[in-house]
T-cell receptor, first 115, second 116 residues
Framework: LAKTTQPISMDSYEGQEVNITCSHN???????ITWYQQFPSQGPRFIIQ???TKVTNEVASLFIPADRKSSTLSLPRVSLSDTAVYYC????????????????FGKGTKLSVIP | GAGVSQSPRYKVAKRGQDVALRCDPI?????LFWYQQALGQGPEFLTY????????KSGLPSDRFFAERPEGSVSTLKIQRTQQEDSAVYLC??????????????FGSGTRLTVV
């Protein structure tokens, strides 16, 4: 499974755009990039997923350069309620036998939004 | 129910005690996963069920950990002779897909186990 590296923590003021970058230098051809959000005392929640270029939904945008060795999660105009830990995951979409059922979360990025 | 339900939400166990943690997945979800999350760390995979079949238990840390899903719905994670290093949040997730590894997960809020 591809290893990911992301900042341990980030601070942002309310109303600003926040970009969290994740490095995944050894991403495989069939790997997808997925971001999860986790609030205290809750389980992780799916935010967005992509393979290449740009993906946008009602919550966030995901930018993936052509070499796919990194990705950037963009949160527009953050509010206090966006304070959470954000995890970048890289894994194949389809099962390929034992070991492929596992998602590797890492330590994530703790985003603190300041009023 | 509308989401994945886990019970109890909190459990305090004396060292050496056996505990059982319950997960009620979303109705009809084929896949069920257990993860362990230590304080300040990301979730770590424990085991995976497809219906009642346990297809991957490679993440279970020792033979004191046992999971079952006998009828393909509710699952129980059992920890025997608990030790302090077992203190963590135990998360359950379910998915409606049987062949997709990286999409469609819904996590429960977890059970926080404290071993004293």
């Amino acid at each position: 499974l591809a290893k990911t590296t992301q900042p341990i923590s980030m601070d942002s003021y309310e109303g600003q755009e926040v970009n969290i970058t994740c490095s995944h230098n050894n991403i495989a051809t069939n790997d997808y990039i997925t971001w999860y959000q986790q609030f205290p005392s809750q389980g992780p929640r799916f935010i967005i997923q992509g393979y290449k270029t740009k993906v946008t939904n009602e919550v966030a945008s995901l930018f993936i350069p052509a070499d796919r060795k990194s990705s950037t999660l963009s949160l527009p105009r953050v509010s206090l309620s966006d304070t959470a830990v954000y995890y970048c995951l890289v894994a194949p979409l389809a099962y390929s036998g034992a070991g492929s059922y596992q998602l590797t979360f890492g330590k994530g990025t703790k985003l603190s939004v300041i009023p | 129910g509308a989401g994945v339900s886990q019970s109890p939400r909190y459990k305090v166990a004396k060292r050496g005690q056996d505990v059982a943690l319950r997960c009620d997945p979303i109705s009809g979800h084929v896949s069920l996963f257990w993860y362990q999350q230590a304080l300040g760390q990301g979730p770590e995979f424990l085991t995976y069920f497809q219906n009642e079949a346990q297809l991957d238990k490679s993440g279970l840390p020792s033979d004191r950990f046992f999971a079952e899903r006998p009828e393909g719905s509710v699952s129980t994670l059992k920890i025997q002779r608990t030790q302090q290093e077992d203190s963590a949040v135990y998360l359950c997730a379910s998915s409606p897909f049987s062949g997709i590894a990286n999409y469609g997960y819904t996590f429960g809020s977890g059970t926080r186990l404290t071993v004293v």
